[in-house]
């Protein structure tokens, strides 16, 4: 068996957004632990990968100096055709003179004369277009000395680098990366063991609200989507970047047909999964037809502040999404007010599976799921750590000590996103984001 350790980290319209030196995602061994297996820390590279490679700058280097040399040779090409075009239309005067000369058998008259010399005159410029020409000419065979050796040395590069073009390797190392992401998808899944400094993205609207990101977009699409206040609410604004959404621009708006309550709101898949205010009912509201596309109640669950998480705001139900699918988090009379996990539907909105996690929702600041593993926090003001974990694989449970920095010191929205490996708050008008690291155990090759 092996121990990875993985870290999250979240890039979107163009920023990125985790605190690293690195810049970026490394692989490093770490330790051996005494049985023999293999402790290390595993970080997916960022795709500027390939242009910090020492090879690959040189090579870039060099393609762009024998595209200036080429684009010099095109100039004097045209320069030197240009000359040559003025030469040979003196060509013709010249022969004309020299056959006048020869006719002339030693007598030349007057008027001949100065018919000669007004040609003569003609032809001085042909001289210093001659000697031009000839510089010209030589500053292109050294040009092409230059080519053929530069030539020389991308070849031998790119004999090292696999015989490929810059080009090529870069879209071969963005085909890498995207399969070494593919593979963290795969082998990411692990316990939560640390949450990052938080990086504010925004401070915008009022206390209370929520924002997210399309869980199950592709990692082109990084539109944002902003909800302010915690009920009665139906506008919701979708910026076309994260970019956007930080300067507030490029956005339009939707106008839910049923208001919101609480801030436990997800995108999945295209779609808004809310809490139709004083209602136990399950909205899903497809952006891109504008409609809703079906809605159901929650069997037993409480709202309207029933069960609500410590910081009240009419939270009785939180709707998540993690690496297997989405959930919803709420309380019933028949759990006697502690947390239920269900897994959903998210095509009929129907309950697949309950788990009953035996802690009080009253007592929980916020949320949030991964990889099957709800975490919950003993606090929404500042000093709140991640103080309990529930397995639903194992339907068991564990008390946990995970600090993380309360910055505003109000949290109303906590969020886990498995496509970013994030946790998305809204902290008391601030959208703040958290990178996470997750320990976990993957079998190899070869184990038992």
């Known amino acids: 068996m092996r121990k990875l350790r993985q870290r999250g980290a979240v890039t979107a319209g163009g920023h990125t957004l985790f605190q690293s030196p690195e810049e970026g995602w490394q692989l490093y061994t770490s330790a051996q632990a005494p049985d023999g297996k293999c402790i290390c820390t595993a970080v997916i590279p960022a795709q500027s990968t390939c242009s910090r490679d020492g090879r690959s700058r040189e090579l870039r280097q060099l ?13 004097l090409e045209l320069r030197t055709f240009r000359d040559l075009q003025y030469v040979r239309s003196m060509e013709t005067l010249m022969r004309s003179l020299d056959a006048r000369l020869r006719a002339a058998d030693g007598s030349v008259s007057a008027k001949s004369f100065q018919e000669l010399k ?5 032809l001085l410029p042909l001289s ?6 000839k510089a010209d000419t030589r500053t292109i065979v050294r040009l092409r000395e230059e080519v053929r050796n530069l030539s020389g040395s991308l070849a031998a590069i790119q004999e090292e680098m696999g015989a490929y073009g810059y080009e090529d390797l870069q879209q ?23 949450v990052s400094n938080p990086i504010t993205v925004r401070a915008m609207g009022s206390r209370f609200g929520s924002w997210m990101t399309d869980t199950m977009a592709p990692s082109a699409d990084s539109r944002v989507w902003y909800m302010d206040g915690y009920y009665k609410g139906r506008r919701v604004l979708e910026f076309r970047t994260l970019g956007d959404f ?16 609480g801030t436990g709101h997800v995108v999945y898949n295209g779609s808004l999964f809310y809490n139709k205010y004083q209602s136990n009912v399950v909205v899903k509201y497809h952006f891109r037809s504008r409609s809703v596309l079906v809605q159901r109640s ?3 669950a409480g709202y309207n502040n029933t069960f609500p998480y410590s910081w009240g705001g009419f939270s009785d ?8 699918g989405l959930w919803a988090v709420y309380t019933t009379n028949q759990n006697a007010g502690n947390i239920v996990v269900s897994r959903l539907d998210p095509h009929t909105l129907e309950v697949m599976r309950s788990w009953d996690t035996g802690y009080p929702k009253r007592s929980a600041g916020e949320a949030f799921m991964i990889c099957g593993v709800l975490y919950v926090t003993n606090s929404h003001l500042a000093g709140a750590k991640v103080y309990f974990a529930y397995f639903t694989n194992t339907s068991s449970y564990e008390y946990t000590d995970v600090p993380f920095h309360n910055q505003y010191s109000h949290i109303s929205m ?6 970013e490996r994030a946790l998305y708050t809204w902290n008391n008008g601030h959208q703040v984001l958290y990178n996470v690291t997750l320990f976990h155990v993957i079998s190899t090759a070869g184990d038992p």
């Open 63 to 75: 393609m762009e100096k024998v595209q200036n040399v080429s684009q010099s040779m095109e100039v």
């Open 118 to 122: 007004d040609r003569m005159t003609e």
């Open 128 to 133: 210093s277009v001659l000697e031009q020409y």
């Open 172 to 194: 071969r190392v963005m085909a890498l990366e995207a399969r070494l992401h593919a593979c963290a998808q795969k082998l990411g899944c692990g316990k939560l063991t640390g």
């Open 246 to 261: 930080i300067k507030g621009q490029n956005f339009i708006q939707h106008l839910l047909p049923q208001p919101w309550a």
């Open 298 to 300: 929650l069997p037993g």
């Open 317 to 324: 139900m939180d709707f998540m999404v993690d690496e297997s």
């Open 414 to 419: 906590l969020d886990y996103n498995p496509r």
